[in-house]
């Protein structure tokens, strides 16, 4: 039996770690690879630190495509191969004409919960512009979606299986840059990143559209730290750098930025 208690010892998302536990457990007594649901990137990074202590199990995460958010974890023993084929995905098509009624990824992400799957079933939605939209998810769920997704706003889709090795992604553009800041505020460092006014970003910030180390952050005047990853819904991901102090006392911050 794992330690479960000390494991679980302040860790965040208790439900989704103790449940990762029991799975765990699980696949080293049948011996057998065990999936998990889709996780998000906190409960994927909280997982991964705590199962970093323990020898007798490995870990394997997949999302369909590099760099996606959420992932499904392949656990098994550690004498066990494991390889990303053993974790089980499906890919969808969401096609429709969005050209006159433009879909968020929120849209498709509504929709799709509105057939009664739940979140922890569905992985990335790659949203298409105008043609519609791509979701990740797990196989079991992909028949009921083809009979049941017909609709995303106002627009009919057309919704079928195809090889997820046939996803849409591109790799994501890499920019380094520098700035010199009066202070690590979060609404500074981020609109210097993102080539945004500082106004702009507050307001992104305030609209619950800001994540730091995939958190939701309210506050433009909480600071940032080297290591932080601050992504903008829509607009890509900053990682904040090697972190110095002038001589008149500002922030010389270096920042890489994924487009």
């Known amino acids: 039996m794992l330690p479960r208690e000390e494991l679980l010892k302040g860790v965040e998302n208790r439900d989704s770690v103790a449940r990762v536990i029991d799975q765990a457990e699980q696949a080293i007594k049948t011996w057998e690879v065990v999936l998990t649901d889709f996780l998000s990137p906190p409960e994927l990074a909280e997982i991964h630190r705590v199962f970093n202590r323990l020898t007798d199990v490995q870990l394997l995460t997949w999302g369909g495509y590099p760099q996606a958010e959420r992932q499904r974890i392949a656990m098994a023993?550690?004498?066990?191969?494991?390889?990303?084929?053993?974790?089980?995905?499906?890919?969808?098509?969401?096609?429709?004409?969005?050209?006159?009624?433009?879909?968020?990824?929120?849209?498709?992400?509504?929709?799709?919960?509105?057939?009664?799957?739940?979140?922890?079933?569905?992985?990335?939605?790659?949203?298409?512009?105008?043609?519609?939209?791509?979701?990740?998810?797990?196989?079991e769920l992909a028949e009921f979606l083809e009979m049941s997704l017909q609709q995303v706003r106002s627009v009919p889709v057309k919704t079928q299986r195809f090889d997820i090795n046939e996803l849409k992604v591109r790799e994501p553009k890499k920019k380094e840059l520098t700035t010199v800041e009066a202070s690590l505020r979060l609404d500074a460092i981020a609109s210097a990143g993102f080539g945004m006014s500082r106004s702009k970003m507050v307001n992104f910030i305030e609209s619950g559209d800001v994540r730091v180390n995939w958190k939701d952050v309210n506050q433009a005047s909480s600071h940032v730290k080297t290591g932080d990853l601050i992504a903008i819904r829509g607009k890509g991901r900053l990682e904040v750098g090697e972190i110095a102090v002038t001589k008149k006392e500002r922030y010389r911050v270096q920042l890489t930025r994924y487009m």
């Open 77 to 139: 023993r550690s004498e066990l191969p494991l390889d990303q084929s053993q974790v089980d995905l499906a890919a969808l098509e969401i096609a429709g004409n969005f050209l006159f009624d433009p879909a968020t990824h929120r849209d498709f992400l509504g929709a799709m919960l509105g057939t009664g799957i739940v979140r922890e079933k569905t992985g990335d939605i790659i949203v298409l512009g105008e043609r519609g939209a791509q979701a990740i998810l797990v196989p």
